[in-house]
C-alpha cells in the first residue's frame, strides 16, 4: 500500500467514526482528506487510480449542476447548492481510490452501522416494556395511560 493509502485510510476511519456524533468533526475529516488527495498529487505527480467511467459520469454530472445554478434565478444560492453537493460526495472518491482491499472496506462500513445496530437492539426492548406495562395495567384492572400535556 503506500504512505499515503495509510493515511488515507485513518482519515476514512475517523471519518466513518464521527460521521454520527458531529457534523463539524466530519467536515474537518473531509477536509483532511481533500488535503491528502492534493499533497498526493504535489509531491508524487498522480491520482490515485479509480474507475475512469465512473469519474467522468460524476464529473459530467458536476458539470450539468453547475451550468443548471448558472440559469437559475437565484445563481449564488444555487451554486452553494451545487457546492455542497460535490463536497458530500466527495468522501466516495476518497474510499475508491484509497480503500484498496475488502478488509479495510469493511473496517470502515462497521462504525457508520453503530447507530442501526443501537435501533435494532433498542426498539424491541421499548416494545416489550410497553407490552409489560400493558399487561400490568390490564392485571390490576387500572392500564398505565401516560400524562396529556
Known amino acids: ?14 471519518f466513518a467514526l ?10 474537518v475529516c473531509i477536509v483532511l ?7 498526493q498529487r504535489i509531491c508524487t505527480g498522480n491520482l490515485p487510480d479509480m474507475d475512469k467511467g465512473l469519474v467522468k459520469m460524476v464529473g459530467i454530472y458536476c458539470v ?3 451550468v443548471a445554478a ?3 434565478p437565484d445563481i449564488p444560492k444555487s451554486l ?7 463536497y458530500r460526495i466527495s468522501p466516495l472518491f476518497m474510499g475508491l481510490g484509497y480503500l484498496q482491499t475488502r478488509r479495510r472496506m ?9 447507530p442501526f445496530l443501537w435501533g435494532m437492539l433498542w426498539v424491541p426492548i421499548s416494545l416489550l ?10 392485571a390490576i384492572n387500572r392500564p398505565f395511560m401516560p400524562p396529556i400535556f
Open 1 to 14: 500500500m503506500g504512505i499515503w493509502n495509510e493515511l488515507m485510510y485513518l482519515v476514512m476511519m475517523l
Open 18 to 27: 464521527t460521521s454520527n456524533l458531529s457534523i463539524a468533526a466530519t467536515s
Open 33 to 39: 482528506g481533500a488535503i491528502l488527495v492534493i499533497a
Open 64 to 66: 450539468l449542476q453547475i
Open 70 to 72: 448558472l440559469m437559475a
Open 80 to 86: 452553494e447548492e451545487v457546492w455542497g453537493t460535490v
Open 106 to 114: 469493511a473496517w470502515i462500513w462497521w462504525p457508520l452501522l453503530y
Open 129 to 138: 416494556l410497553g407490552m409489560i406495562f400493558l399487561l400490568l395495567g390490564l
